[in-house]
């Protein structure tokens, strides 16, 4: 979560988790921090415009952690 992307997905969950104390790698994004698809999305959205980059949608659709986010 060190990194330029980890940083932009936390940033883009907090949005969504404003409450949780920490994020970190093992959550899972549905059990622990409670992220739906539509939720998932808009965090990825969130990540692809601050870096300019567009992600995998098949890889990020079936990520269950933070750290597979």
Known sequence: M??????????????????????????????????????RAECIASVEQRLGVELNSAAVGSALTVAEG
């Not at 940083?7 to 059990?31: F, G, K, S, Y």
């Not at 921090?33 to 939720?39: F, I, K, Q, T």
């Open 2 to 39: 060190e990194t330029r992307a980890g940083r932009a997905l936390v940033t883009a969950m907090r949005h969504h988790v404003p409450d949780a104390p920490v994020i970190h790698p093992q959550m899972n994004l549905e059990l622990d921090l409670g992220l739906d698809s539509l939720a």
